[in-house]
């Protein structure tokens, strides 16, 4: 799939606020410097685009980004800011959890994981959860162009076992480098095939 266009459409509150429109939505998560911007810039071959995200007072709602007048990408605040959350469900945004759990629109979540680390609690905790919606959703594995292939190997693997333990399914996953545009294509392959 070629991008033609990405415009900015709106930043949702939350579920209430977000467009009314029946577009297929595929939303982008992870935790804060896992290269979320840089992704998102580089699928839209708009370099300002997640600028707009990181504005001042954008960067806990929702934002969403209209991609060849088709289909949005939704660009989600990082779940990584726990005491805000409503305590007891999960430790990221709740607008983002509804929206997880009850957008009719949503085809998949690409959850992005720093690839050069060793398992995150917080980042099983969220697949792990995220895998209990149903919502379909592919793990990217991000900036494996700063170690070595044996590495991200490892701690991809480590991820899948720890994963192992709360879900019953082997997630998708890819891995992508914005330095080399590694996994552009396969983010855009999962987008179009949902497209149908
Ligand atoms: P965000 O907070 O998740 O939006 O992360 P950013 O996109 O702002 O990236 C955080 C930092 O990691 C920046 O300095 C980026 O240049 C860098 N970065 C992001 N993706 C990659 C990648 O694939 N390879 C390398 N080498 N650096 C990256």
Not at 159 to 182: E, I, N, Y
Request: proline share 4%; hydrophobic share 40%; net charge positive.
């Amino acid at each position: 799939m070629q991008i033609h266009s990405a415009e900015f459409i709106t930043s949702a509150r939350g579920l209430p606020d977000c467009p009314a429109w029946d577009r297929p939505e595929f939303a982008f998560i992870g935790r804060s410097n896992v290269g979320k911007s840089s992704m998102i810039n580089l699928l839209s071959n708009k370099y300002a685009l997640a600028k707009v995200s990181a504005t001042p007072g954008k960067t806990r709602l929702l934002n969403f980004f209209l991609m060849n007048g088709l289909w949005s990408l939704v660009d989600l605040p990082g779940y990584g800011f726990a005491q805000t959350a409503r305590s007891g469900k999960f430790a990221f945004n709740e607008w983002v959890g509804d929206y997880l759990e009850q957008r009719a629109n949503l085809r998949r979540v690409f959850v992005l994981i720093d690839s050069r680390l060793t398992p995150q609690r917080l980042d099983v905790d969220f697949t792990a959860w995220l895998g209990g919606t149903g919502v379909p959703f592919s793990l990217v594995f991000t900036k494996v162009d700063k170690q070595s292939v044996t590495k991200t190997r490892a701690n991809i693997d480590l991820f899948q076992a720890s994963l192992s333990q709360h879900l019953a399914s082997v997630p998708d996953v890819l891995t992508s480098s914005t330095k080399t545009r590694a996994g552009r294509a396969d983010i855009l392959r999962r987008i179009a095939a949902s497209l149908g």
